[in-house]
C-alpha cells in the first residue's frame, strides 16, 4: 500500500523525501540493503507460512448469522448476509477464497478492504480490493476512501467494509511488513547470500599440492588420482598416501560459514513471533519438544492467536454489515469453532461423555446438540438436558422428567395458606402421595430415601425384612414401625 494511504492526506505531495524515495523504489530498504514489501515479504518462506496459517485460521472455518432470542442461539438462514457469508461472497469468490484474500490482505498490510453492494438495505455482494489501490481520508466528521483509477468517487462508511488490525491512530491498520522489515530484510539477504554461495562460490574439501611444478596433463593425473583412491564414502577416513613432496591441506569451514544456519534459524523464529503465529505450527520445533508439549503448544495457537483474530473478524462484521436495528434484535456472526478445533474420537467422546451429564454434574449439552457437531440430524425428544443420578431428562424446574408434581417436595407440617380448607388429618400422608401409585413413589425417592428405608427394614423386627415389605407397608399408610 502506498505511503500515503497510511496518513490523514489524499495526496501524494506531502510526502517526505525519504517516502518518496521508498515509493520509488516499491517499498522501504531494511538495513541488510534488500527492498521489502509485501510482494518480496511473501517470497520469505517463513513469512508465507505465517500467513497461510493465519488464512487457515480465517477461512477454513464456517462462519454464520446468528439470532439471540429468549437465551437460545439459532442460526439466522434467513437473512440475506447469511448465505453473502457462508456461500457466495460474490460472483467470482467462494467463502474461503474471499475470507483468504481478506487474512492475506490483513497479515501483510494491516487493512483489508471489501466494496460493500447493498440493495435496499440488504448486503448483497462484498468485492475485496487490493489494500494497496485504496486512500483513506479521515475528515473531521468522517472517514471516506477512494480507490485508484475511480478518484472522482468517494465512497463512505457504508459503502466500505474496512476490516483493520492493530491500529496507533484508530482509523488505519499497522503495515506488519514495514514493522517487520528488519527482520524480513535479514532473512532475505543470508538466503540470497547462501545462494550466491552454491552459484559462484567454489567450496573444495581440501587441496593438493606438490613442490614441483606440474603442467596440465600432470595435474589432471593427479586429481584424477586423489579422485579414485581417496573420494567417495567407501574411501572416508583412509590415510592418503603421496608422493613427490605432495602435501594435503584440509578446508574447515568458518566461524562465519558454521553461523549462517543458525542465523536463517533464528530469523525464522523472529518473523513467527512478528505475525503472532507459533514457530511449531510451520514446522519449525524445538530439539526438546515432546508430545505432550507439542499439543499444548497447539492448543495455545488456537487460544492466543485463532481465538483473536476471530473476534477481531467477528467484531468488524457486526459493526459494518449489520444495521443497528439488527444487532437490537439479536443478530449477530460468528464463526463455529468446533469444526477447527475437532479433536482426535477419544477425547471427543469424553467430552460428550460430560457435556450430557455422565461427569457427575448436570449436563450442558443437549442430545440433539451434541448431534448437530458432526452435522447428524436431530430427533424427537433428544432437546432434554439430563442429570448424572439416573440420565433422565431434566425437567424446566429442574425436576427429573416423570416425578410427581413439586407439591410432593413441599413440607407436609406447613399449615395450608387457604382459609377454607378442611382440617388436616395428622395421620393422612403428605400432600401428593394419596393418589400416586407405588411405582411413582419409587421414582420420587432419592438413593438417601432409599438408604434410609433399608435402614428401617432393620427395626421392624426381622432383620432380613426387604425393601418390598416396607414398600407394602406404606401402600397401606403404615408407619415402618407397624403401627
Known sequence: MAWWNRKNTASPSTLTLDQLMELMRGGTRAKSGVVVNSDTALQVTTALACVKKLADALASVPVKVYRARDGKREEARDHPLYDV???????????????????????????????????????????????????????????????????DKVLTTDQIWHLRGPSWNGHCGLDAVRLLREALGLAMATEQSHAAIHANGVMPSGMVSFKATLDEPNLIRAAAWVKANYAGLENAAKAMVMDKEATWTPFRMTGVDSEHIETRKMQAQEICHGFNVLPIMIGISENNTSYASSEQMFNAHLVHTVRPLHSRVAGSMDRWLLSPSERKAGFYTGFVVAD?????????????????????????????????FDELASYEGGDHLYVPVNTRPM????????????????????????????????????????????????????SENEKLLREASGLIGDADTKLDDVLKKLDKEEKPDGT
Not at 471427543?348 to 457435556?355: G, L, N, Q
Not at 378442611?422 to 395421620?427: C, K, L, R
Open 340 to 372: 477447527f478445533i475437532n479433536p482426535a474420537m477419544k477425547d471427543k467422546a469424553e467430552f460428550y461423555k460430560i457435556a450430557l451429564g455422565g461427569g457427575g454434574a448436570p449436563g450442558w449439552l443437549t442430545p440433539n446438540e451434541v448431534r448437530a
Open 85 to 151: 457469508l457462508a456461500t457466495q461472497p460474490n460472483q467470482r469468490d467462494t467463502s474461503l477464497e474471499f475470507r483468504e484474500t481478506l487474512a492475506f490482505h490483513m497479515s501483510l498490510t494491516g487493512n483489508a478492504f471489501c466494496h460493500i453492494v447493498r440493495v435496499g438495505n440488504r448486503v448483497v455482494e462484498l468485492i475485496p480490493i487490493d489494500p494497496g489501490k485504496v486512500t483513506i481520508i479521515r475528515g473531521d466528521a468522517r472517514t471516506t476512501y477512494t480507490i485508484d483509477g475511480q478518484t
Open 395 to 446: 425437567e424446566p424446574d429442574g425436576m427429573p422428567k416423570g416425578t410427581v408434581a413439586p407439591s410432593i417436595a413441599t413440607d407436609p407440617n406447613a399449615p395450608s395458606t387457604d382459609p377454607n380448607a378442611p382440617p388436616e388429618d395428622p395421620n393422612a400422608p403428605p400432600a401428593g402421595f394419596a393418589n400416586v401409585d407405588r411405582l411413582a413413589i419409587g421414582r420420587v425417592l432419592s
